[in-house]
């Protein structure tokens, strides 16, 4: 990627008056180019993924279990089969079980058969579950999956909404009143960002839930669904309240911190002094000549913060038993459900590498000094 | 090296810096006292939980001094045994019949000065007779003087009678028995009259050898500095256990990934070209390498030893975004006076990279490392808390998955969760703190702001 950015830097700078002309085909070839690297990225880390699973036989196994299922059902819904006896059935079965096996390359070498499951598994074609069905009641992992996507989706946007304006509006505030005792409290609080999510939701749970009996302990919805959408969604906010928080406090006091840091390198510039000397007035002076250039840092920090957030998901998910991804990770492991485990090894690796992807563009979008395949990264 | 120890000189201008030290080190010292106090294998045997070790002990009862908090005393557990001879509480007598029978009066005396009943009591009894089996009778002498007979009866060699499965002594007391024992018959509801109480066991043994010790076991409802879990196990062995595994876990993973992250960037800038290229390409992989799935992935399906984990965390760590910081350094110090006057008088490769590159970015290194070091303490908790904890190894995740799958903070049992989770927090702000003193320290551009 870095190769084709630099060439098209080159361009750009060789022909400045071309510029807007080419910004659709340079804004193209970057995506593309990005979209290749990461899509590289992704395909190495699945086949990683199903070297370290299958390294104990686990996929074999998963893959001769479905063959076996699939063959013996065939059998017996075979009427010619029906009149043999059961041990000459079952030779047959064998036999069959055998073939299939080898069609499907089950005998082939394991590097071979890694790549077959690769491709298996970049399409989410992963069979069926060992225990867990999804609400529909399929078995389909692929279904499992997709059906837990949108609470999960849900937890991580709204958490990083929240952690987005609440770090600007709070670090702004902050750099604002440097020195005072509100500014000292947030510097000496920025350490508790070393405790993860659920450490959190645990103290929530305790005070909001079982001690002051204010908010559910976990799950989305109330018991009974509510039918009607307005219900729905109050219920949807009340239960949202806590992971939200939990998920949000695990972040917010370093990258606070981190942000009030760079405010106020960047206040202490000339052209602030400048701009004040203008008589610029404040709130002008902050979105200008602070805000403006400090944004790119502070998307490259928020970048690893909602990297951090899909890492954190598994286990806040587990602690507030809301039904996403990470909760059907967790009840995966304790069914020891393979297909499952996989699949959603593969859809994190998906989502990590389409957060990469996103804030790639946003970075570009805020600021003016890089544009998309400039080549200038942080 | 004689920088590094003056910065750490400067340290002692930092309060919180010195307060975090002094814990780290205490913590320490408390790890290597647990590892002599508890051997490894007898920490692990006592984990396992087996009746034998914890038939004393209440199930799930608070620690004692959660009653310095509350208006209404909750009862302590306690054990008595007959074979304490020096124990004012119990006293035993042994007197010979004319028929070559012995008859032995086992009496405890205890004050029960608490606002609840226990969960229960029981009677431990061990006697090693041949054929012909003791009889034993239980009488209760409560401190307004009443006298109930509890029960007679024969008993095997090892016995244990149980006060509140008796189910006839219910009936006698019209109540159940646990607050039949202790109620005050004066009050309207059941309320524990509180005073010196006395538990008679007489024994009748009809053989010359035979012996009867008899141990009065009471499950209160707290016990200990720690309290207990659902299977009677004292926390205090997995909270005092958590330590050094926590203080371990986090160190060498904090170590060994920083030093290698430090040495595959050195090499990637020292050589350059496709190996640099490389260990970019593999960087971009590892970041969107799910790393906790990857983790639960190896913990589900191999091993769950802690050791295996640890391992496999510094694996997918190496290659993490440290890498970008180091190289974006060592590209400026690659570039140096000093480097090409090594090159120049023939320094290997090695040496150039592990004596005068590496070196250069400890500074850096040092509060990084400390900072890493909570986030491995609750790697560790975390996969505990997802149920992939070491099956044998008693740490602090451990304490709280036991916890929260037993409903504790649906049942109020606030201390099974809160003494692990405040170890947690103490041990990581500690480091967390540290880090942060020792970032100002070694990177003085940080101090102003």
């Given at each position: 990627m870095t190769a084709i950015a630099q060439n098209d830097l080159e361009q750009v700078e060789s022909k400045p008056k071309k510029r807007t002309a080419s910004a659709f085909q340079r804004v193209f070839k970057y995506s593309a180019a990005r979209l290749a690297s990461l899509l590289f990225s992704v395909i190495v880390a699945i086949f990683l993924t199903i070297i370290i699973a299958n390294m104990g036989g686990y996929v074999d196994e998963l893959r001769m279990g479905e063959i076996r299922e699939t063959v013996v059902q065939a059998a017996r819904a075979n009427?010619?089969?029906?009149?043999?006896?059961p041990d000459q059935f079952q030779a047959l079965v064998e036999t069959q079980i055998q073939e299939q096996a080898h069609v499907e390359g089950l005998d082939r070498p394991f590097l071979l058969r890694a790549l077959n499951y690769m491709k298996n598994a970049l399409t989410l074609n992963?069979?069926?579950?060992v225990r867990m069905t999804s609400d529909?009641?399929?078995?389909q992992v692929r279904l499992i999956i997709l059906e837990r996507l949108p609470p999960t989706l849900l937890l991580w946007g709204v958490s990083g909404f929240l952690l987005f304006f609440v770090e600007i509006g709070v670090a702004l505030s902050l750099s604002r009143q440097y020195g005072s005792w509100l500014d000292k409290l947030f510097v000496t609080m920025a350490?508790?960002?070393?405790?993860?999510?659920w450490f959190f939701g645990i103290f929530l749970i305790l005070i909001f839930?079982?001690?002051?009996?204010?908010?559910?302990?976990?799950?989305?919805?109330?018991?009974?669904?509510?039918?009607n959408t307005l219900d729905y969604s109050l219920s949807l906010a009340k239960h949202l309240i806590l992971p939200t928080l939990a998920l949000t406090l695990s972040q917010v006091f370093l990258q606070i911190y981190n942000w009030r840091t760079f405010f106020l390198i960047y206040s202490s510039e000339d052209y602030v002094e400048i701009a004040k000397a203008k008589g610029l007035s404040d709130k002008a002076i902050e979105r200008n000549y602070v805000l403006r250039p400090t944004l790119p840092s502070i998307i490259t920090n928020f970048a690893l913060t909602l990297i951090a957030l899909w890492l954190g998901g598994p286990i806040t998910e587990t602690i507030f038993n809301w039904p996403g991804l990470g909760r059907a990770f967790y009840e995966a492991v304790q069914f020891y459900d393979t297909p499952v485990i996989l699949g959603q090894t593969v859809i994190y690796a998906y989502l990590l590498a389409f957060t990469v992807f996103l804030l790639d563009y946003l970075y570009a979008l805020v600021d003016p000094r890089v544009k998309i395949g400039g080549g200038s990264q942080p | 090296m004689k920088e590094i120890l003056r910065s750490l000189r400067e340290l002692k201008q930092y309060p919180s810096a010195v307060a975090s030290l002094i814990l780290i080190l205490l913590m320490v010292g408390a790890s290597v006292y647990t590892i002599f106090a508890i051997p490894y294998k007898e920490a692990i045997r006592l984990w396992r939980g087996s009746e034998e070790d914890w038939y004393k002990y209440p199930k799930q009862a608070a620690p004692i001094w959660t009653n310095l908090f509350s208006s209404k005393k909750q009862p302590v557990s306690f054990f008595l045994n007959s074979?304490?001879?020096?124990?004012?509480?119990v006293d035993k007598q042994v007197e010979t019949r004319a028929d070559g029978s012995r008859k032995i009066t086992i009496t405890y005396t205890f004050d029960y000065n608490y606002d609840d009943f226990p969960q229960d009591m029981a009677l431990y009894i061990n006697s090693d007779y041949d054929s012909k089996k003791p009889l034993v009778s239980v009488t209760w002498v409560t401190p307004d003087e009443r006298k109930v007979n509890v029960a007679s009866f024969s008993i095997l060699q090892r016995d244990v009678y149980r006060f509140s499965q008796d189910e006839k002594l219910g009936r006698i007391l019209r109540a159940e028995p646990m607050i039949g024992l202790f109620?005050?018959?004066?009050?309207?509801?059941p309320t524990p009259l509180k005073g010196q109480y006395q538990m008679i066991v007489t024994g009748s043994v009809f053989e010359p050898d035979t012996t009867l010790e008899v141990e009065l076991v009471t499950h209160g409802t707290l016990y200990g500095l720690a309290g207990t879990d659902f299977k009677r196990r004292d926390l205090m062995v997995a909270l005092a256990w958590g330590m050094p595994i926590a203080l371990s876990f986090g160190l060498l993973a904090a170590l060994g990934t920083t030093i290698t992250t430090l040495v595959i960037a050195a090499i990637g800038v020292w050589y350059g070209g496709w190996v640099d290229e490389a260990i970019q390409r593999i960087t971009e992989v590892n970041s969107v390498l799910p790393f906790l799935p990857i983790l639960i992935m190896i913990g589900t399906f191999y091993s769950r030893s802690i050791w295996l984990i640890l391992g496999a965390t510094i694996l997918l760590s190496?290659?993490?975004?440290g890498i970008k910081n180091f190289r974006a350094i060592f590209m400026q110090i690659k570039e140096m006076p000093y480097i090409e006057a090594a090159r120049s008088y023939g320094a290997s490769d090695a040496r150039i990279i592990l004596y005068?590159?590496?070196?250069?970015v400890i500074p850096l290194l040092i509060p990084q490392l400390v900072t890493l070091v909570p986030t491995y303490v609750f790697l560790e908790a975390s996969l505990a808390v997802l149920g992939?904890?070491?099956?044998f190894i008693p740490s602090w995740g451990k304490i709280i998955n036991d916890a929260r799958t037993n409903g504790a903070l649906y049942e109020g049992l606030y201390y099974w969760i809160l003494e692990p989770a405040a170890l947690l927090l103490v041990t990581s702000l500690a480091f967390a703190l540290l880090g942060f003193a020792l970032d100002r320290v070694f990177n003085p551009r940080l101090r102003d702001v």
């Open positions: 009427v010619a089969y029906r009149a043999l006896p992963l069979g069926n579950a529909t009641g399929s078995k350490p508790l960002s070393t405790t993860p999510g839930a079982s001690f002051l009996r204010v908010l559910p302990f976990g799950g989305m919805v109330d018991a009974p669904v509510p039918d | 074979e304490e001879t020096d124990n004012p509480h109620a005050d018959p004066a009050q309207e509801l190496i290659f993490g975004l005068y590159l590496t070196p250069r992939l904890g070491d099956p």
